[in-house]
């Protein structure tokens, strides 16, 4: 009979915790078509959702077993079910819960089931297990290793929410292709495109011929143009967005251009403004070397950027590497310019991206 690996998730936060993972441990290994290969550590867990309750604790095993899909997922149902599960609050306490994550390279996509599991990709309790385990597993779908997909979330869990708005983000340096790649993604996914206002920014071509007392003026258009087109009342709970720019990175152009005083007076707008602005879903960080990038803004040939030099574009990739090492907004996508060139790489990014797009009707 043929055996095929399957990988599930396990957690809860009733009574004994540790117990309640080695009793779900052994009714998996007490089945007579199910052998647990091997465990994760466990993982203490902040619960998601808004539901005031417990940390979890969490872990993920590996098995073999000669269960269809559909056996193995009744089987984990029951295992439940035995030990006392109750479904009544959606994210709510629980004394176990258990997710078929993956069973082999199969997809399943049935009412009931769905494999591999629909948001293990967005959780680090999850993935932080399946590297212990397999960490270049290639998921059948996202195309990528449990190792890449973990980097993603910076240690941090999300959730697909549909009540927000869908706004993806596209990060990087000045010249490493955002804005081509915005608009790509923007047709595909059937989003709205919104791009930065750098071309109706009066100030910006002084500033870069060199008049830096003009600095502050042009970072204020920037901030409030921004914080405008991304602001809470603009954006649309469910629709899809691509911008060609993260709001995130307006301290990394100011700290570039504006000496000690402005920077304090350019703090204080922008904080008045932070809380009005709608956070990405995810963020598509573009990266390339400095040299790469100022020979595309050499190619591009928009005269305001001529002067730019590599010192400044310098400050900016060194901003960026600080702000994704440890990003607690959502996942972030690394992704270098020659990866999204041709009409087939973006089609593929455009599949990866909607799987971490809610669902909405």
Known sequence: MTEHTAYIGLGNNVEDCERNLHTALSGLDGHPKISVIKTSSFYTTPPLGSQVQPDFLNAV?????????????????????????KRDIHWGPRIIDLDLLLYAEMIVDDPDLKVPHPQMHLRSFVLKGMCELADDFVHPQLGRTMRQLYQRLNGRDF?????????????????????????????RLGAQFITEKYDENPFLADVYAGHTELALDSELFFLSSS???????????GKRYVSDYVFDKALIYASGWLNETDLQAYQKHYDSVFEGVFDPVLVIYLHDSVENCLQRIHQRNRP????????FLEHLAAG??????????????????????????????????QFYLAKTD
Request: proline content about 5%.
């Open 159 to 187: 959730f697909s929410d549909p009540q927000k708005p869908q706004l993806i983000s596209i990060a990087g340096n000045i010249g490493v292709g955002k804005t081509t790649l915005s608009d790509g993604l923007a047709g």
């Open 304 to 311: 305001y950027e001529q002067k730019i030099e590599a010192s």
């Open 320 to 353: 960026y590497e600080t702000l994704y090492t440890d990003y607690p907004v959502c996942p972030v996508m690394r992704l270098r310019p020659d990866q999204c060139v041709d009409a087939e790489q973006v089609d593929r990014i455009a599949k990866e991206v």
């Open 227 to 237: 914080a405008s087109q991304l602001r809470k009342k603009q954006l649309k709970a």
């Open 61 to 85: 095993t590996q098995v073999h077993t000669s269960l269809s899909c559909g056996e193995l997922f009744q089987a984990l149902n029951l295992i439940e079910q035995d030990m006392g599960r």
